[in-house]
């Protein structure tokens, strides 16, 4: 992440060091033979998405502007994504066994697991990190590095940082007014992206000084992830060739998990997503 000096360097060169870091990083998980590949992917992942979050830091012809670098980065994303949701989807039901409540129903989990656990293993097989594919992903993570230095970030200054923000927490808040009282996952889903770019762009700031700590919102975005990967538990069981009776059950048990989950998440939400809470960046000198 960005060090410590930032007092002393530009908004620009202080958003552009930190997209440069977050890709090298990326850079350096994927290359690495000697790490857990689900971790890489997982913490990879992430840093696509921030720097992803910090260039909507900008006014609109400044995103417009920097849109063929956004795509590269969005099909970044879309490599990584199958893979890491491969490793969500058995994280939740790790989580679901170990739950109260479950009693019979824990070897059916126990069976769903071990062939999700095939699924993404077979996954990799295709997607070997000697083959092709890999070797492009990391080609292209390190040219999208390489070209950070030339990303029209000139002029970026604290009040469209501060316009960005704001604009990020309007798009919250309606999602989390769309949203209120219902279950539907895809919505919640694209709800979630919303709440997470509107915490890492807080986060960025914070190490600025330019936002408050987003603790609270932390919290939120990690429940709200918890509950996507229940859907995505859902989705699945259909593919995992489960007697009927027990898939009904199972899945009868996750929806009921994730409901309960959105139920939370909603009253979490109201208190923080509300007209009036926005960040304030500090006013400019």
């Known amino acids: 992440m960005v060090t410590a000096d930032h007092d002393q360097i530009s908004l620009c060169a202080f958003m552009r ?5 977050q890709l090298q990083q990326a850079l350096d998980l994927l290359s690495d033979p000697g790490r857990d590949r689900n971790e890489a992917v997982h913490e990879a992942r992430k840093c696509v998405r921030r720097v992803r979050a910090w260039l909507r830091l900008g006014d609109p012809w400044r995103r417009r502007t920097l849109a063929e670098a956004d795509a590269r980065l ?23 066994r170990k739950s109260r ?3 019979s129903m824990r070897s059916a989990l126990t069976q769903a697991r071990s062939r999700l656990t095939a699924a993404l293993e077979r996954r990799w097989t295709r997607i070997p990190r000697q083959g092709r594919a890999w070797q492009c992903l990391l080609q292209g993570l390190l040219e999208l590095r390489d070209d950070c230095a030339s990303w029209p970030l000139d002029g970026l200054d604290q009040a469209e940082i501060g316009r960005a923000l704001k604009r990020s927490f309007r798009r919250a808040c309606r999602g989390r007014r769309q949203n209120a009282g219902r279950h539907a996952a895809a919505s919640r889903h694209e709800w979630r992206g919303r709440v997470r770019i509107l915490l890492l ?3 960025l700031l ?3 000084q330019l936002a408050p700590p987003s603790n609270a919102l932390k919290r939120l975005a990690q429940s ?15 593919q995992l ?9 199972l899945r009868a048990q996750v929806q009921s998990r994730r409901r309960g989950l959105a139920k939370r998440n909603d009253a979490r939400a109201l208190k923080l997503l509300r007209p009036g809470l926005a960040p304030r960046t500090p006013a400019p000198d």
């Open 241 to 249: 060739g489960l007697p009927e009776r027990t898939r009904l059950n």
């Open 201 to 203: 762009q807080c986060q």
């Open 74 to 96: 969005r099909a970044l994303r879309r490599t990584l994504g199958p893979l890491r949701d491969g490793a969500s989807r058995i994280e939740a039901l790790d989580r679901l």
């Open 17 to 21: 060091r930190a997209c440069a870091d």
């Open 101 to 103: 409540g479950i009693g």
């Open 224 to 238: 709200l992830g918890d509950e996507n990967d229940l859907a995505l538990v859902s989705r699945v069981l259909g």
């Open 206 to 208: 914070e190490q600025r």
